[in-house]
């Protein structure tokens, strides 16, 4: 049973930064396309960066393009999610998602002075 577990979520002031943490298991975590979905209240949920598993990134929204930049650690089964620059409009649910299939239970990150 695929588990993805985030952290790292939380209160930030705009232009501050979090990164965000999704630790997996009970899948072969070197083998699948990694992605970070987002969903903010009233919005539609959206694929902020995918990493696939050669570490190719495909490009990310524009709407974080040159603020996040996505990475993964195969040897500790973890994705991560740099966030700099952060503006308010970054306030959502991030989740962690695996191969398109297997979502984490997201974490909040709330930009807000």
């Known amino acids: 049973q695929a588990v993805l577990v985030e952290s790292g979520g939380g209160s930030v002031q705009p232009g501050g930064s979090l990164r965000l943490s999704c630790v997996c298991s009970?899948?072969?975590?070197?083998?699948?396309?990694m992605s970070w979905y987002r969903q903010a209240p009233g919005k539609e949920r959206e694929e902020v960066a995918t990493i696939d598993s050669s570490a190719t990134i495909t490009p990310y929204a524009e709407s974080v393009k040159g603020r996040f930049t996505i990475s993964r650690d195969n040897t500790k089964d973890t994705l991560y999610l740099q966030m700099d620059n952060l503006k308010p409009e970054d306030t959502a649910v991030y989740f962690c998602?695996?191969?398109?299939?297997?979502w984490g239970q997201g974490t909040q990150v709330t930009v807000s002075s």
């Open positions: 009970g899948f072969t975590f070197r083998l699948y396309t």
């Open positions: 998602v695996a191969g398109y299939t297997y």
